[in-house]
C-alpha cells in the first residue's frame, strides 16, 4: 500500500519536473518557434513513449475524466462571464450541439465509405473526436491579446461541446453493443443534458450559499473545489454527464458568487488558486495525452487517421463558414460575426484530453478497438501539431487583433 503511494507521488513530481523544463524551453524558443506550451508537452509525451517503450505508466480513463478534467472545466466555466456568452449564445449552440452531432455523422459516414470500416464502430470514432480541446489556442489568443468576444466563442463552444460529445459516445458505444435505435439515443441525449445542467444549476448555487455562510476564505475556496469535483462524481455516479454538470456549477458560482456576493478578498483567492489548479492540471493532462499515444497504434491506423482528419476537417468548415457563415447574413447586424472570425474558429477545432480519455473508456473487447484507438490518437496528435503550431500565424492573418 505504501510502495504504491509514494509511485503515483514519484510519478507526479516526474511529470511536473517535465512541465517545468518544457516550460523553460518554450519560453527561450518562443520568439523563434510557433510551439505553444500544451503543444510542447503532447510532444515531450510523444518523445517519452518513442524513447522508452518498455516504459509503462498507467492511464486510465478515471484519472483523465474524473481526477484532471473537472477541474479544466470549472476553472474555465468560473471564468465564464455570462453577459459575453449570452451574446455568443447562438454561435455556441449550433458549434456545441449540431455541430458536434454533424461532424461525428460525417466522419463516421466517410471513414466507414473509404477505410471499410464498420459504420457503427466508424460513428463511435467520429463520436470520440467530435469535441474540441483549444487549450493550445486560447493561450495564443492570451499572449496576442485577441478580443475577448473570440476567445469567449472558443472557449464557451469547447466547454458545452465536450459535455454533448461525451454524452455522445455513450449513445454510440451503446449503439455498438446494444443496438439501441435512433429514437431511443435522441431521447437519452436530452434527458442527460436537461438532468446534468438542473444537477449544475442545484451544486452552484448550494455552493454560493455556503460560501456566503463563512467569512473564510480558504473555507470558501475549499467549497469551490468540492462543488467542482462533487458535482462531477454526482453526476456520474447517475449516469448523467458530470462535465455538462460542472460546468453548469463553475457558471454559476463564476457568475453568481465571485461576482455579486462574495468579499473581494475570496474572489481573488479563488482567481489565484483556480489559476494554479488549472496550470497544473494542464501540464499534466497534456504529458499524458503524449505518452498515451502510442507509435504502433499511429502505424496501423493510418488510413483512418488520415480519412478521419480530412472528414473531420471538412464537417468543421462546413459548420463554421455554412451553417453559422450564411445564418449570420440572415440575423441583425449587431451580432454577426466577421470572416476573420469564422476563419479563427475554424482553424481552432483541435482535438485533445477528452478525445483520449475517451478512447481509454473503450471496453477491452470491443472489435477493432486498437484500430480505433490508433486513429483517434493520430488524429489528436495531428490536430495538435498542425493547428496547433499555426494558430498564431492564422490569427493574425485573419486581421482580428484589431476587432473590439
Known amino acids: 500500500m505504501g510502495n504504491e503511494g509514494i509511485a503515483g507521488i514519484e510519478l507526479l513530481v516526474i511529470l511536473l519536473a517535465i512541465a517545468v523544463v518544457v516550460a523553460i524551453a518554450v519560453a527561450k524558443v518562443s520568439s523563434r518557434l510557433p510551439i505553444p506550451y500544451s503543444v510542447a508537452l503532447v510532444i515531450a509525451g510523444f518523445a517519452i513513449s518513442l524513447a522508452g517503450p518498455g516504459l509503462h505508466i498507467e492511464i486510465t480513463h478515471e484519472l483523465i475524466l474524473a481526477v484532471l478534467i473537472p477541474g479544466l472545466v470549472f476553472e474555465a466555466a468560473y471564468k465564464l462571464h455570462l453577459d459575453e456568452l449570452r451574446r455568443a449564445f447562438p454561435v455556441v449552440a449550433v458549434l456545441a450541439v449540431p455541430g458536434v452531432a454533424v461532424t461525428a455523422g460525417v466522419v463516421g459516414a466517410v471513414v466507414s465509405a473509404v477505410t471499410g470500416l464498420e459504420l457503427p464502430l466508424a460513428f463511435l470514432l467520429g463520436a470520440i473526436v467530435c469535441a474540441t480541446d483549444p487549450v493550445a489556442v486560447i493561450a495564443i489568443f492570451k499572449r496576442l491579446r485577441a478580443p475577448a468576444s473570440l476567445t469567449t466563442v472558443v472557449e464557451a463552444e469547447s466547454l458545452l461541446n465536450d459535455g454533448t460529445g461525451v454524452v455522445l459516445f455513450g449513445i454510440a458505444l451503446t449503439a455498438v453493443t446494444t443496438h439501441v435505435g435512433i429514437a431511443d439515443g435522441l431521447a437519452t441525449f436530452a434527458i442527460a443534458v436537461a438532468a446534468s445542467t438542473l444537477l449544475g444549476l442545484s451544486a452552484g448555487f448550494v ?23 462533487g458535482t462531477y462524481l454526482v453526476a456520474e455516479h447517475f449516469h448523467q454527464s458530470g462535465i455538462i454538470a460542472t460546468v453548469v456549477a463553475g457558471m454559476v458560482i463564476g457568475n453568481t458568487g465571485a461576482r455579486w456576493t462574495l468579499p473581494e478578498i475570496t474572489t481573488q483567492a479563488l482567481d489565484t488558486v483556480w489559476e494554479f489548479i488549472a496550470y497544473l492540471l494542464t501540464a499534466v493532462v497534456f504529458l499524458l495525452v503524449g505518452v498515451a499515444i502510442t507509435p504502433g497504434d499511429l502505424a496501423v491506423a493510418l488510413p483512418v487517421i488520415v480519412v478521419g482528419y480530412l472528414a473531420m476537417t471538412a464537417a468543421r468548415a462546413a459548420i463554421v463558414y455554412g451553417v453559422i457563415g450564411i445564418g449570420q447574413r440572415l440575423g441583425p447586424p449587431g451580432v454577426r460575426l466577421s470572416l476573420g472570425y469564422q476563419h479563427v474558429m475554424f482553424w481552432a477545432g483541435l482535438r485533445g484530453a477528452i478525445a483520449v480519455a475517451l478512447v481509454l473508456a473503450l471496453p477491452p473487447d470491443l472489435p477493432q478497438r486498437h484500430l480505433i484507438a490508433g486513429g483517434v490518437f493520430g488524429i489528436v496528435l495531428v490536430t495538435l501539431l498542425v493547428q496547433g503550431t499555426t494558430a498564431g500565424w492564422v490569427v493574425r492573418r485573419a486581421g482580428v487583433l484589431t476587432a473590439d
Do not use: Q
Not at 463563512?214 to 475549499?222: G, I, K, P, T, Y
Open 207 to 229: 455552493g454560493v450559499r455556503v460560501m456566503n455562510l463563512v467569512d473564510d476564505r480558504l473555507v470558501e475556496v475549499m467549497a469551490s473545489v468540492v462543488v467542482a469535483y
